[in-house]
């Protein structure tokens, strides 16, 4: 007798696919909104630029070019801008803990999905 797993109905397959996408796209764009996500950068410019001051040497002179800024002024407040590495232990214990909390989820419900397909594909387990 072959297994036969049970149908979902087409409402249920949309429904489960627009959940994920829903759920996926939330995972990326709440901590954007919360403002979590990214190192905050802090630009310290310079008076009176010029590409020496601002370390640049001709190759990457010509690259800024390419990209359209040839002023050394327009490319101050990007080059002179550097990233904040603050670090937050209770943000990390945190995180932490909800990682392992949804992996625990995850094992004790995959384990009882797990054994009821066992049972349903070879019957009750004999004792």
């Known amino acids: ?17 627009i959940t994920l996408l829903v759920l996926t796209i939330g995972a990326l764009y709440i901590p954007l909104y919360l403002g979590l996500a990214g190192a905050a950068k802090v ?3 310079i008076a009176n630029p010029t590409w020496e001051a601002l370390g640049q040497n001709a190759t990457e002179q ?9 002023d050394p002024a327009a490319a101050n407040e990007i080059i002179t ?3 904040d590495y603050s670090f937050s232990w209770s943000a990390l214990i945190v995180m932490a ?17 797990y ?12 004792r």
């Open 43 to 45: 630009p310290s410019p």
């Open 97 to 113: 803990v909800l990682v392992i909390g949804y992996f625990v989820m995850v094992v004790r419900l995959s384990d009882r999905e």
């Open 1 to 17: 007798m072959a297994y036969e797993p049970p149908k979902q109905s087409l409402v249920g397959q949309i429904f489960d696919v």
């Open 81 to 83: 801008a550097r990233f």
């Open 115 to 126: 054994r009821e397909v066992i049972e349903e594909r070879f019957g009750e387990k004999r």
């Open 62 to 70: 010509q690259q800024w070019a390419a990209l359209g800024v040839t």
